[in-house]
């Protein structure tokens, strides 16, 4: 069966490499800009564009609910909630949270940029290359989470922390109660999101090694 390729400038493929553009730029600004300017100042200078790129992903709930993707609405949902959490409910928010001016903000931007530009490259050669996304964006796409997973959200749970007590003091305690309930929300979400992974994972690995050996026969 023939794969059907899209053109680059479908709505898909170019939100896709948009989006990979996007999140190409905020990975610049931690490995170019961050090591100049160092922090508080890379805090200052990248926030407002961290929050926009974040708040484009919102896309992706509506292409998964309206079936344009095949992405899980489930762990689409719970992964944009938790980063809108952050962009907006810290970031936005509450611009002065103490750990949003240390290694765990350029650490977390490391995490979700270089996931989410791999994965929107992965994307966008899906759906308009015939033979696909290269081996090495596939083995990318499928082994960068077992770092940047975990650091991403240890990054995110320790700006959440940090947050509790400006959320009460400049809002409410409805606010801190939020924050507090996105913490909690990791310990059922990380693990169906990392397993999700892991499956995918299995499964690519295992259709790169399929399709030489049917050749080959």
Known sequence: MTKRV?????????YNISSAAAWGYVLYNVVSVFPKVQQPQFYKDTKNIVSVVQCCAIIEVFNSLLGIVRS???TTVGQVTSRLLLAV????LLPDTPQLTTYAYPTMLAAWSIAE??????????????????????LLRYNLFWVLYPV???????????ALPYAEAKYTVYHKWLLLGGMFAYIPMFPVLF?????QRRKAIKKMFEVPFKKEN
Do not use: C, N, W
């Open 195 to 199: 397993s999700h992974m892991v499956t």
């Open 72 to 74: 899980p609405l489930a």
């Open 117 to 138: 530009f791999v994965r929107y490259l992965y994307y966008f050669y899906s759906l308009t290359d015939k033979r696909g996304p290269s081996d090495i964006l596939i």
């Open 89 to 92: 409910g810290v970031i936005q």
């Open 152 to 162: 991403g959200v240890t990054s995110e749970l320790l700006i959440l922390y940090s």
């Open 6 to 14: 899209q053109s680059p400038l479908a709505p898909l493929p170019l």
